[in-house]
């Protein structure tokens, strides 16, 4: 069975841009979360959507932002990028009835 | 905020030894889930730890859980190589927001 599936892979954007990131959860999984890993703060976690509502949220800025459509895919969206903001974006796909999460590969964001 | 603290930060450890891998945690919960992550990959799911006493295994890798001393420990058997990456503990709160250990870095040597 496929497993979660984030594009692109890798993305290299300008300062004051902006990005939106994709993820395909396994099929039939309907929770999404998303996480922001980077060397000097490790995995942090950005928000969670389930049945395309936002359950939670972390502690990053409103610049960061995403959405679930029906068919449970999320979209990540950054506005307004600065350099910090380099960092591998991980999302997590979970079942309703299971404890597991399952990671996507991520995808490896650049601002320069 | 819950807080998540392994140790130690970096391992390196020679093939065939054991070592034990510490995760302490600040606040109840009621899920601990330990991943592996390689260089430039993301994070594989090693076990999920449930309830009270869990214990779990595979292959060289054995984890358990005291949810009273809010404490897990993924012990490493004869190391080997292949072992070699970075180890993370989470813990889930009640909203379903992970909580991440900052990781402990495996280096097994010949």
């Known amino acids: 069975k496929a497993g979660v599936t984030q594009t692109p892979r890798y993305l290299i954007k300008t300062r004051g841009q902006q990005v939106t990131l994709s993820c395909s959860p396994i099929s039939g999984h309907r929770s999404v979360s998303w996480y922001q890993q980077t060397p000097g703060q490790g995995l942090q976690f950005l928000f969670e959507y389930f049945s395309e509502t936002q359950r939670n949220k972390g502690n990053f800025p409103g610049r960061f932002s995403g959405r679930q459509f029906s068919n449970s895919r999320s979209e990540m969206n950054v506005s307004t990028l600065e350099l910090g903001d380099s960092a591998l974006y991980l999302c997590?796909?979970?079942?309703?009835?299971?404890?597991?999460?399952?990671f996507g590969s991520g995808t490896r964001l650049t601002v320069v | 905020e819950l807080k998540v603290e392994q140790n130690p930060l970096f391992l390196s450890m020679q093939e065939g030894k054991n070592y034990t891998i510490y995760c302490n945690y600040s606040t109840t919960s009621d899920r601990l889930y330990w991943y592996r992550q390689d260089p430039g990959k993301s994070l594989e799911s090693l076990f999920v730890l449930l309830s009270n006493g869990a214990v779990k295994q595979e292959g060289r890798l054995m984890a358990s859980l005291d949810t009273k001393a809010r404490l897990s420990t993924l012990h490493i058997t004869a190391a080997v190589h292949d072992l070699s990456a970075t180890y993370f503990c989470a813990v889930v709160n009640t909203g379903n927001q992970f909580y991440f250990g900052t990781g402990t870095s495996l280096t097994v040597i010949p």
């Open positions: 997590a796909s979970s079942s309703p009835g299971g404890p597991g999460y399952t």
